[in-house]
């Protein structure tokens, strides 16, 4: 990492679900959820990020503004030299009741991953916090397999997943079980991800539509 700014689109479109995941939320069949994320390179092992504002544009035609995030990552130095690379990213969001049933919640993301000639590996056992308690930590961990054809263009595998809460885990019918596949376009100074997820469990969306769009100053 060096020290940078960066402009972040991400979005995400649902054909799947059909109920809100708690009472009052919003329903993710055919709604696309988006944010902007302004991210600045510190120095070469930290990065502070901004999300705002986190946005629902619903399947019933509904403009919602559903919060924001602050995000800091700490990894190794120039992890793209290394074939083992490491770091951990934490996030504190600010939510509409209608996005997460508390005000207030959080992230923290391992990050661990292996550089294999064209290939990358990378895990992030992650955990989800509503401030309520450590009986409350959610495990959702998500995993990355990418093989690079060049240094612009790469296809991956990423699985995300959401368990449930550490000290009882859903199960598997309720759980978050969504494969993506996805191709990345790197370019000086904008880059390009797009991904195609099916969820194999009754508790995931059938199709989801992912595209990042990045933009380095």
């Known amino acids: 990492m060096t020290p940078r700014s960066t402009r972040q689109a ?5 054909i799947g679900r059909k109920q809100p995941d708690f009472e009052g939320g919003i329903t993710p069949n055919h709604t696309l959820n988006g944010v902007p994320e302004w991210a600045y390179g510190v120095t070469d092992w ?7 504002p986190l946005y629902s544009w619903t399947g019933t035609r509904h403009f919602l503004i559903d919060g924001a995030k602050l995000r800091a990552e700490f990894v190794v130095p120039h992890a793209q030299q290394r074939s083992f690379f490491y770091g951990i990213n934490f996030e504190l969001s600010f939510n509409a009741l209608y996005w997460e049933p508390t005000r207030e919640a959080g992230e923290i993301r391992p990050i661990v991953g292996l550089h294999i000639g064209p290939v990358d590996l990378i895990a992030n056992p992650i955990l989800d916090t509503s401030f309520q308690g450590l009986g409350t930590l959610d495990f959702a ?7 690079n054809f060049s240094e612009s263009w790469a296809v991956a595998l ?3 997943s959401d368990y449930g809460q550490l000290n009882r885990f859903e199960p598997l019918s309720r759980q978050w079980q969504t494969l993506f596949t996805v191709v990345d376009y790197k370019a000086d100074p904008l880059n390009v991800e797009l991904g195609v997820g099916h969820g194999f469990t009754a508790a995931s969306d059938a199709l989801v539509l992912k595209m ?3 933009y380095d100053f």
Do not use: F, T
């Open 46 to 52: 930290l990065e502070l990020g901004l999300y705002l």
């Open 158 to 160: 990423e699985h995300y």
């Open 10 to 14: 991400s979005s995400a479109s649902n």
């Open 141 to 147: 961990p998500a995993a990355r397999v990418a093989y």
């Open 212 to 214: 990042i769009l990045s």
